[in-house]
């Protein structure tokens, strides 16, 4: 293997793409520290503090069960942009298209954005688009970025968690990334996983609201799934996380599909849940809260940070053992969003 | 030919782009009105305007003589944010790598982003990274988005050209098309053009300056070159323009190249050039400030806006005849930026 060489484990979300954030991209572009890294950037302006986010999506293949390319990207830098409490002010389309790309396809993408961008309450007001000879692309590429208003003076961020919090999740895991796997390999038939792909600006809102300074780290556990994104947070704020396996909301389709194909559903991406590190005192009043939502019916606390020190995330299993907690290495479903 | 599918020329920045983006993409995304559209979207907020635009990158090759699809990437932002009179305040980069691509590229690349986002003085906060199986991409594709300050009062439009207004640009045209083609042609050997690439905010801060509300519209003339640029804003304002083959700055190299391939340099990209429409009261004054300038040493006036209504492009030629100037149609120089 040639060291000098990109992998497609360096676009998992886990370790590897850690890896070349930290050695090449930060270093070189920005020298924003790990501790600051958020899902989008606060920009200080003289009305107020803004949230600017941007992500590219390859996802294959670009139409799959419960959604599309178009409103996976949509809500994905709508997530992004949420997760730093930020409503989202505006979007940019960047499209990259393969020649001999079906306009009508295309069509039915840029109705699935608008669609989602009216559902989030978010203006699509500046794009782009270029056109590549066939074989230079995968019929479509689709960056979104995204601009938002941070109109609260809460502090939220990855290197914020606290010993004592708990952990909430909105729902069950790893259906994104099972119904996107199930459509690749053909076994749409034999399963009816939906992706989960949603804005989740109006429920991080009621969080918010809810929770209020209590409320000391959100994120969406999209590429790398649940375990990357608490290793990432246990990281950033130098804590030690403790999951309970058997708390965790997972459909038994998701389930039997992950055992089918040799995956744990931990680190299966998801793209309408997010994580709340909430202080104990005001945690099961925003469960509750998260349940009203419709994006938060399966809401659950499924751990805790256990200790100050320590970066690093352990689980108690099903079967009572405690077993570590790492990050993604290399690339278990490639092109998931 | 299949008119469901998407051709090379959809890319061009020509007719067929415009036919794409004003039947399928505006009408799905946004509805924005042709006379509405400038190169950057201008967002109401409490602190003032902001100014938000995206583009993406898929040049080819990477490294051409002058520049590299990094530096290129962070000024076509810049100076799609000066276009509408902002001051570029954060951009973000998205990465779509494939498989097998060398890091020392990337490293080189993303050295020639952040220095041309330190001489432009706009720092990049946010940025994603993906990649793709080999042979799904092309080496590398960068998306960079931008957010900018709107400081000023001045309505800058392409729908705010006027009857009398003189039209600047500073400096030659066609550099960066030729660049690059005689690059990918192997012709690099036979000739010393170099693309313009270059950020023109501090050119487009003096230019507002020396021309206050005398300045109407500014646009930079890339995919399509002058001649498309010129012709969508006579379409947007509804005037006439004559344009005057004989003041137009042109490289001997540049003009060599061209008749050699067949190109008509008023249709080749630009990257470090902009058009400014003037009036007449200050034209001379502001050609003056823009030739001080380092991106300006070469400014001339090429035309003006001959009549309101019209919605046409002409230009008097060399040899003393009148041409009728149109959008370019279907695709000359795929991936030029």
Same mark, same amino acid.
């Given at each position: 293997?040639?060291?000098?060489?990109?992998?497609?484990?360096?676009? &998992?979300?886990?370790?590897?793409?850690?890896?070349?954030?930290?050695?090449?991209?930060?270093? $070189?572009?920005?020298?924003?520290?790990?501790?600051?890294?958020?899902?989008?950037?606060?920009?200080?302006?003289?009305?107020?503090?803004?949230?600017?986010?941007?992500?590219?999506? +390859?996802?294959?293949?670009?139409?799959?069960?419960?959604?599309?390319?178009?409103?996976? *990207? +949509?809500?994905?830098?709508?997530?992004?942009?949420?997760?730093?409490?930020?409503?989202?002010? *505006?979007?940019?389309?960047?499209?990259?298209?393969?020649?001999?790309?079906?306009?009508?396809?295309?069509?039915?993408?840029?109705? &699935?954005?608008?669609?989602?961008?009216? @559902?989030?309450?978010?203006?699509?007001?500046?794009?782009?688009?270029?056109?590549?000879?066939?074989?230079?692309?995968?019929?479509?590429?689709?960056?979104?970025?995204?601009?938002?208003?941070?109109?609260?003076?809460?502090?939220?961020?990855?290197?914020?968690?606290?010993?004592?919090?708990?952990?909430?999740?909105?729902?069950?895991?790893?259906?994104?990334?099972?119904?996107?796997?199930?459509?690749?390999?053909?076994? $749409?038939?034999?399963?009816?996983?939906?992706?989960?792909?949603?804005?989740?600006?109006?429920?991080?809102?009621?969080?918010?609201?809810?929770?209020?300074?209590?409320?000391? +780290?959100?994120?969406?556990?999209?590429?790398?799934?649940?375990?990357?994104?608490?290793?990432?947070?246990?990281?950033?704020?130098?804590?030690?996380?403790?999951?309970?396996?058997?708390?965790?909301?997972?459909? *038994?389709?998701?389930?039997?599909?992950? &055992?089918?194909?040799?995956?744990?559903?931990?680190?299966? *991406?998801?793209?309408?849940?997010?994580?709340?590190?909430?202080?104990?005192?005001?945690?099961?009043?925003?469960?509750?809260?998260?349940?009203?939502?419709?994006?938060?019916?399966?809401?659950?606390?499924?751990?805790?940070?256990?200790?100050?020190?320590?970066?690093?995330?352990?689980?108690?299993?099903?079967?009572?053992?405690?077993?570590?907690?790492?990050?993604?290495?290399? @690339?278990?479903?490639?092109?998931?969003?």
């Amino acid at each position: 293997m040639d060291r000098d060489l990109i992998l497609l484990g360096h676009g &998992s979300g886990g370790k590897l793409s850690h890896q070349l954030l930290d050695d090449i991209i930060i270093p $070189a572009l920005s020298g924003i520290p790990v501790s600051g890294q958020n899902d989008a950037a606060i920009l200080a302006h003289a009305g107020g503090r803004l949230a600017f986010t941007t992500d590219s999506y +390859v996802v294959d293949p670009i139409f799959f069960p419960g959604g599309d390319i178009g409103d996976l *990207a +949509v809500n994905g830098t709508v997530n992004d942009l949420a997760m730093v409490g930020a409503q989202p002010l *505006a979007l940019s389309v960047g499209l990259i298209l393969e020649e001999g790309f079906s306009k009508m396809q295309l069509h039915r993408i840029l109705l &699935s954005m608008r669609k989602a961008a009216d @559902e989030a309450g978010v203006a699509i007001v500046t794009g782009d688009t270029k056109v590549v000879p066939r074989g230079k692309a995968d019929q479509i590429f689709i960056n979104t970025s995204g601009i938002g208003v941070i109109r609260h003076e809460l502090e939220i961020a990855g290197c914020n968690a606290q010993a004592g919090d708990k952990i909430l999740i909105n729902g069950t895991i790893g259906d994104h990334g099972i119904a996107v796997m199930a459509a690749r390999e053909g076994l $749409a038939l034999t399963t009816d996983v939906k992706s989960d792909t949603a804005s989740l600006n109006t429920l991080v809102a009621e969080i918010m609201e809810c929770a209020g300074p209590a409320l000391h +780290v959100l994120r969406d556990p999209t590429r790398g799934g649940v375990a990357t994104t608490i290793k990432e947070i246990a990281l950033q704020s130098e804590v030690t996380v403790t999951l309970c396996e058997e708390f965790l909301p997972l459909k *038994a389709q998701v389930q039997g599909v992950c &055992s089918l194909l040799g995956l744990d559903p931990l680190y299966v *991406a998801n793209e309408g849940k997010l994580l709340a590190f909430v202080a104990p005192d005001r945690a099961e009043l925003v469960l509750e809260r998260m349940r009203r939502h419709p994006q938060g019916s399966q809401s659950a606390i499924i751990g805790e940070v256990t200790a100050a020190g320590g970066s690093r995330v352990q689980m108690t299993t099903l079967v009572g053992g405690l077993r570590a907690v790492d990050m993604l290495s290399g @690339e278990q479903l490639p092109r998931i969003c």
